[in-house]
């Protein structure tokens, strides 16, 4: 039986003040957002975000990302980090590079209102 492809996929996040989430993903990392979901590049970027009934719900990862993306290059990288910088995003961990026998990955991480972590990464081979 062939495998049917999957084009994109959102990551589910609940928020505590729904509104707000909102025009912080719109005004902050660039995304389309309406009440189903917040979007960009055509869903290269996705994210659900719903209205927490009990705030005890929001949860983000501990330690770690709650969604991960990529960009083809370090200078695509480079020029999101500094996007993302004019647009009021909070910052993480500024872009840095990790060196690997196959070659470096690059990356930062932004932060959203309710504390879930978004990282951004890219990849060279030497």
């Known amino acids: 039986m062939k495998k049917v492809k999957i084009e994109n996929s959102l990551t589910v996040l609940l928020v505590s003040d729904f509104e707000k ?18 979007v960009r590049d055509d869903f290269g970027l996705g994210f659900k975000l719903v209205q927490a ?4 719900d929001v949860r983000p990862n501990k330690g770690t990302w ?41 990356d930062f991480s932004v932060r959203d209102l309710d504390g879930y972590i978004i990282g951004f990464g890219s990849g060279s081979k030497n």
């Open 21 to 38: 989430s909102k025009k912080y993903y719109e005004s902050a990392l660039g995304c389309e957002v309406n009440e189903h979901w917040a």
């Open 66 to 106: 709650n969604t991960y993306a990529y960009v083809k290059t370090h200078n695509e990288l480079d020029a999101l980090y500094d996007e993302f910088i004019a647009n009021g995003a909070m910052i993480v961990s500024e872009p840095k590079v990790s060196e690997f026998d196959w070659g470096t990955w690059k």
């Open 53 to 56: 009934k009990d705030l005890e």
